[in-house]
Every structure is written in structure tokens, then in C-alpha cells.
């Protein structure tokens, strides 16, 4: 089983006429995802890789009876196709762009109260099941179906602790990588609490790095929510306070929290294993099965 995408997931990719557009529908198509649709403001009727293109998302939406969409939109225009994909019947956006401006998001979180549709990102490598779908820029091949479910910040530390995973067959249900901006879609809680109703996750990796909250929040979450076991990373040990390091919410601000320590105490406290490199959260995961 698997959580928000499987081999029926009908995607329309938003930007598909650009550069970094059609080549990842490409590679998401040869990896086997059903991508239906693309849709650009003013370039209705034209295809991409044999994909009929659409002027509006809910052009595309009706006609293909897509249910998922993927968006490679520069950052000044990134919002507002957040915006179009939420005003339709879409059970899930993947936001790809970097940079989109902070406002924007501001706006968008408030929508997202509004309708049902799921976000996830901005600024994030997207979600695969392995062997069944992918929506975004995860290289597939390091990937292999499996029970171990993962979400995470970052999207290189991702591909890392999932390449040990999967070196030692332990293969994945599910991975996610939500993005690092201080403004997201779906969170960690969110993807927690959606592994723990999956009755095919037998443990589920959580990689968070410094700044924020959100993973003493999750540690939370999984004290008192969560039966499968999970098992954690936390980078940006040795970034000095102040000082952004890579994603834009990867600060610690001097409070207290949002740094290393503060998070592996708080996920320790919650019974989950810390590793000190993407080779221990392997060996705990292994350890936890």
C-alpha cells in the first residue's frame, strides 16, 4: 500500500512547456507515472511528450479526469499557480519551485484552510511510491517498494538515508519530502499521522534539520499519536546560531529552540532513535523492525 499517490494517480504538470517542466514529465513518465495533462496560460493545443496541453489547470482537470498536479512555475508566478490547482477538484498539489516569495505563501496557507486539496512544498523534491508513481524530481532508481515509510526537510538528505535503506532491502512505501521553507503545505504531523493509518508502513523515518518547531512538534505528535515505531535525523549540528544554512527555514534564532539538540532531546524523549548519519537511521530502522 501506499499514502496521496499509487499507478492510478492522474497528474496534470503546471509549467510542462518549460525547460525544467518537460524534462521531469519525461522522467516522471518513464518511471511510470500517469502524467494526463499539462497546463500553461496560452499554450492550450499544444502536446509535450505526447501530452495534450492545457490552458487552465481546471481545463485540464475536466478533460483528463486528472486528480494530482505538479508544478515547475518560476517563483513570482509559483503562487498563483498554487493558487489555480487549489480552486479546482485536485486531491493534491506538489509545489517543486524554490524561492517562491513568502508572501505569496502567506496567502496560500490561509487558502489551504479553505479546500480540501493537499499541498505539498514549496520548495521540495516532490513524493514517490516506489514502482507506481513519482511527482517531482526524485531519482527513482535509488528507490525500492517496500514498509518503511519517510518524510523529510530536506531532499538530498532523502535520497541519502533512502540509498541506505534501500542497499540493505529495506525498500519504502511511501517517501515525501515536504521542502524547508518556513511556509509548507503538508507538515510533519500531517505525514505522520497519515503513515500510522497505512497498515503497510511498519516504521517510518523522520529527517528534519535546525530552525522552527515543527520536529518538537512531531516528537509530540508521535508520543502520544503514533504505535509505529520511527526513527529520526537531524541535520545542521554544526551551523552557527544566526546564520541560514541552505533551505530558508534552516535558522536557529538564538530562543532556545529550533536547534540539533533541542530536537534530538525532544525526539529522544518521544522514544525515537537519532542517528548520527543516514547509515545509523538505516541501522535503526532496522533495529526497530
Known sequence: ???????????????????????????????????????????????????????????????EDADASVIFVPPAFAGDAIFEALDTDLDLVVAITEGVPTQDMSKVYKRLSEVDTRLIGPNCPGIITPGEAKLGILPGNIFEAGNVGLVSRSGTLTYQVVDNLTERGLGQTTAIGIGGDPIIGTDFIDALSLFEDDPDTDAVVMCGEIGGEDEEQAAKFIAENMDTPVAGFIAGRTAPPGKRMGHAGAIVSGSGTGTAESKIDALNDAGVPVGDTPKQVADNIEDLL
Do not use: W
Open 1 to 63: 500500500m501506499s499514502i496521496l499517490v499509487d499507478d492510478d494517480t492522474r497528474v496534470v504538470v503546471q509549467g510542462i512547456t518549460g525547460g525544467e517542466g518537460s524534462f521531469h514529465t519525461e522522467q516522471m513518465m518513464e518511471y511510470g507515472t500517469n502524467v494526463v495533462a499539462g497546463a500553461v496560460p496560452g499554450k492550450g493545443g499544444q502536446e509535450v511528450r505526447g501530452v495534450p496541453v492545457y490552458d487552465t489547470v481546471d481545463e485540464a482537470v475536466e478533460a
